[in-house]
Structures are given as C-alpha cells and as structure tokens.
C-alpha cells in the first residue's frame, strides 16, 4: 500500500508539470506550433515519458484546456458565497472570472479561443466547462431566488437563461477586455455595473418601456 | 453595354442558386460530408461550373456564412428604427434575431455553430459578421444616448460594452432556444424582459446594491 501511494504522488506531480509545461509553451507558440518535444524539454522530462503519461499533442492540449478549466471554474466558486443574493453572487463571479482572464491572458487566449475555435475534441472540453458554470449559476439563482415559504421568484428554466446570458455576457466582455489592455478587470465590471442604473434610472423615469 | 448588363444578371441569379442549394446541402449533411457534386445536383449547375464560379467546397461555405451573415444582419437592422430609444433598439434586435434564428433553425446550427468551431477561414467570415453587428449596436446606443445639449449618458466605449454584452447574451440564448425546441423565440424573449424587471424591482427595493 504504502509503495502505491509513493508511486501515486510522482505520478500526478509530474503530470502537472507536464501540463504546466504544456500551458506555457502552447500560450507562447500556439497549438500548431508547439512539439512534444518542446513541452517534453520545458518539463524536464523525457519525450517517451511525455508520451507514456499523456498520449500525444491532442491529449496534451486536452488535459490543458481541462485543468484551466477547472481552475477557472474553482476561482469563481470561491468568489461565490452561498448565502449572498445571487445577483451580488453574478457580480462577484463575473469580477473574478475578469481578473482571472486577466492574470492568465496568455493561456486564456491560447487555451479558451484556440479550443473554441479548433473543432473537436477541443470544442467539447470548452462546452463541458461551460456547462459546468452554466449548471452552477443556475443552482445558485434557483438557491438565491427561493422565498421562505418555498415559492420562486424565478423559475429553474428562467434561472438557467440567467446563467446563459450571464456566460453568454462575461464570454463576449473577456474578449473586449483582452483586446484593451488600457482596462483593468475592475473598471469593466465598474462599467457593467454603470450600464445597469443608467438602465434601471432610464426604466424608472419611465424611458424604458420593456415590453 | 446591354450584352454585359445580359451577362452579369445571369451570373448574380445563378450565384444565389449556387449559394442557395449549398445553404441546404450543408445544413442536411454538414460540411464535411457535403460534396460539390451535390451541391451542384441541387442547384441544377454542372459540377464545373460550380468550380468555375466558386472555387471550391471551402470557398462555397465561406460565401454561405457570408450571405446568411447578411441576412441576419439585415434582418435586425430592419426591425431597429433609429428614432427609438437604444433599449428598445435592443428589445426589438434581440426579438428578431431570436426569430431568424428559429426559423433558421437548419442553417444557423451548421453556418454558425459550425462556422464558429471549425477555425480558418470560416471562423473569420463569423468574426467579420460579429463585428459588424457590434458596430451597429454600438452607433445605435451612442446616437440614441445623446442629450439635446450634447453631452452624453453612455461613453462611445461604455455603448461598445453594452453591444458586447447584448451580442454575448444573444449568442448564447440562441443556443439555448436551438436546445428547447418547445420555447418560441417570443417567449424566451419574455422572459429575459420579467428577469429585467425583477432585477430592477430587486434594485428598488434595496435587495441589489450592485457595487
């Protein structure tokens, strides 16, 4: 037992610097680009071993795009606490989810356009990480939105195109943000949040008639 | 003169054929099965014809997301009366453009699901097509934000934010409403207006402190 467990630990630490490895160099030449071997070389670990552990370029790419995801995925979590109103609940995710992008602007370019982009299997590891944060948010509306008497506010199927315009927002916002290096995460979400009372003012003097 | 004018007539209408049977041939089969042939066996036009007018498989694609780019783009401007205030701009585009894409259904999941995810050179034509959108957008809200005086409620770059975040949320429904086939694109429609309102019913009454 205690062998295995010796075995084990290298094992997933050496996989992690594979991927770590894998994430930087794909981030600096792109997926075509980049060579096992390079990642093999920037990993310090032999180029057969890159092969034993993660099978080729493709399954490389693969493991990247998941693991980002899941850190992705784990920054905005944290953000989110669970008794919060889950409007306050989208504000702060959305701000982590801008600092994040941010802070990882290569690998957030090279690992979520790219695989965006590239066809399958790429595309279906970035739809399954959107799915994921797709099925949290809605969770948390649903959560968020319940009365003490147990009646809705908002119903699952509204919670859930919440969550879409949500992603579908802070999607197409990461994009603007990386082409303005000029902004920082904090003035878009300052922004966005402006755009929400010059809209609510606008609904409330009566300028906005949404049906 | 005339003999030209008889020519180039010609070439537009059987262009618009071509396009047209490519549109129906890529939606039923996607693009990797779809061959020339049979898009030209659907059009009426002889294989070398196709080839001799458009180039290739590729380049039949790239006109088709091209052409439904402009019919989706013309489709929303039409609904958009640039005397209204920009949130109605952005109602009526949102309801149109959920309406094309349901009765669309076909070609928009492979022109533009397709064309999104299947990198160059089709991503670009959707890229371009984004773009112009954006831009629209973007010169609606500013026009429809300017006081009498001159001044301005929205920045050229806040309206830049808010047609980011209206093209993001709008992607993102449409492959939400392809994926409910039992929700009307007035429906969905609906209900993003009451997810408003209770967002600024929630602000009124204190529940929403944004910042």
Redesign the interface.
Known sequence: MAGKQQQRLPREVRERQMIDAAVRVFSQVGYHTASVEEIAGAAGISKPMVYIYLGSKERLFTACIHREADRVVETVRAAVHPDE?P??GL?SGLRVFFRFVADNRDSWTVLYQHA????EPF?KEVRAARNRVIAEITAMVVAGTRMPGGER??SE??A???A??A???????S??LLEHPDESPDS?VD??????????E???TG?????
Chains 1, 2 share one sequence.
């Not at 965006?116 to 066809?119: D, E, P, V």
């Not at 992603?167 to 916002?173: E, N, P, R, Y």
């Open positions: 109103p409007e306050l504000w965006r982009t590239q066809g595309a506010i908002v199927r509204d859930e195109i919440l879409r315009i992603i579908g927002a802070a999607d197409s916002l994009d603007w878009l922004r966005v949040t402006d755009l929400a009372l010059v809209g609510v606008r609904y409330n300028d906005l008639p949404p049906s």
